[in-house]
Antibody
Framework: EVQLVESGGGLVQPGRSLKLSCAAS????????MHWIRQAPTKGLEWVAS????????YYRDSVKGRFTISRDNAKSTLYLQMDSLRSEDTATYYC??????????????WGQGVMVTVSS | DIQMTQSPASLSASLGETVTIECLAS??????LAWYQQKPGKSPQLLIFYANSLNDGVPSRFSGSGSGTQYSLKINSLQSEDVSIYFC?????????FGGGTKLELK
């Protein structure tokens, strides 16, 4: 059974940093692209960042480029999102998700339970 | 970025009814359209991809159709467990973008 468990969320002041983790199990982590998607309170879904199976390629939405860094440790089957210079508009539940197949499709099949990040003074 | 517009924003229907949700892309996305279901308090789940392919384990009362810029999700014989928010998403171009969601409630 595929499981994705996010951690690392919390309340942080604007301008500070936070690092999210997503522990994966139940599938061959190193074969799949991985993604972070966020959902602001009572709002819709917004793609944040993606990383290729090897970790050699990363992609970001414009509003987080230069502030967020997605990375992975395939030996630990863990995905990360380093978030720096946080802004109030980054407040959201952050989900990690797998690609649907080993191909690069930007389709999000399995999702974690989500972790809340609140940016406020 | 490709804009995805869903309609209606909310929908109320009776058990056993057939409902349809629409999604309009701001440009041709060549059937690279997915539908997700988000039950209350839960994470989204992938229902349909490439406009009309049902994901594993999704009941056959769900179906997708469309092409070009216009797509739809149809739910036949509405069940109580279908109460959810439904999102469309294009995976034709980066960044992948989602529609604003359609909240489906029981009448």
């Amino acid at each position: 059974e595929v499981q994705l468990v996010e951690s690392g969320g919390g309340l942080v002041q604007p301008g500070r940093s936070l690092k999210l983790s997503c522990a994966a199990s139940g599938f061959t982590f190193s074969n799949y692209g991985m993604h972070w998607i966020r959902q602001a309170p009572t709002k819709g879904l917004e793609w944040v960042a993606s990383i290729s199976p090897s970790g050699s390629n990363t992609y970001y939405r414009d509003s987080v480029k230069g502030r967020f860094t997605i990375s992975r440790d395939n030996a630990k089957s863990t995905l990360y999102l380093q978030m720096d210079s946080l802004r109030s508009e980054d407040t959201a539940t952050y989900y990690c998700a797998t690609g649907r197949t080993a191909n690069w499709e930007l389709l999000f099949d399995y999702w974690g339970q989500g972790v809340m990040v609140t940016v406020s003074s | 970025d490709i804009q995805m517009t869903q309609s209606p924003a909310s929908l109320s229907a009776s058990l056993g009814e057939t409902v349809t949700i629409e999604c309009l892309a701001s440009e041709d996305i060549y059937s690279n359209l997915a539908w997700y279901q988000q039950k209350p308090g839960k994470s989204p789940q992938l229902l349909i991809f490439y406009a009309n392919s049902l994901n594993d384990g999704v009941p056959s009362r769900f179906s997708g159709s469309g092409s070009g810029t216009q797509y739809s999700l149809k739910i036949n014989s509405l069940q109580s467990e279908d109460v959810s928010i439904y999102f469309c998403q294009q995976n034709y171009d980066s960044p992948p973008t989602f529609g604003g969601g359609t909240k489906l409630e029981l009448k």
